[in-house]
């Protein structure tokens, strides 16, 4: 068992801690169980906020900055916000994109590619 500690926040909350941000965007409940699941794995400890399309989105707008990856899904309800993020360097995303394919290639296939964007940090 190693000593790695992730922690969770949700609006309107933040919390200051030297570590790898991870912005989950609207994802679905299978999305949340992947990325969960794969951090269970890492080596380093992690910030995961997440954000849902009933929560704020000034919330959301600021932790995409504070943020080191991104990870959106891409068939969310809230394509606006879909499109904007995917405009990101640090984004990445879960699922088929609809129409957006040539804003963003950086679709995440494993649990591995999550680990190392983590471990590149």
């Known amino acids: 068992?190693?000593?790695?500690?992730?922690?969770?926040?949700?609006?309107?909350?933040?919390?200051?801690?030297?570590?790898?941000?991870?912005?989950?965007?609207?994802l679905s409940a299978q999305q949340s169980e992947f990325v969960s699941?794969?951090?269970?794995?890492?080596?380093?400890?992690?910030?995961?906020?997440?954000?849902?399309k009933d929560a704020d989105v000034d919330w959301l707008f600021d932790k995409a900055f504070k943020s080191t990856i991104i990870i959106i899904n891409s068939e969310s309800d809230c394509q606006d916000i879909v499109g904007w993020m995917l405009s990101m360097k640090q984004s990445y995303y879960l699922g088929q994109l609809k129409n957006l394919s040539l804003l963003n290639n950086k679709a995440i296939y494993s649990s591995q590619q999550i680990l190392d964007l983590i471990e590149e940090y």
């Open 37 to 52: 699941n794969t951090l269970k794995d890492t080596t380093k400890d992690c910030v995961v906020y997440i954000w849902n």
């Open 1 to 26: 068992m190693n000593n790695v500690q992730i922690t969770a926040v949700t609006p309107p909350d933040d919390i200051v801690l030297q570590a790898p941000r991870l912005l989950c965007v609207d």
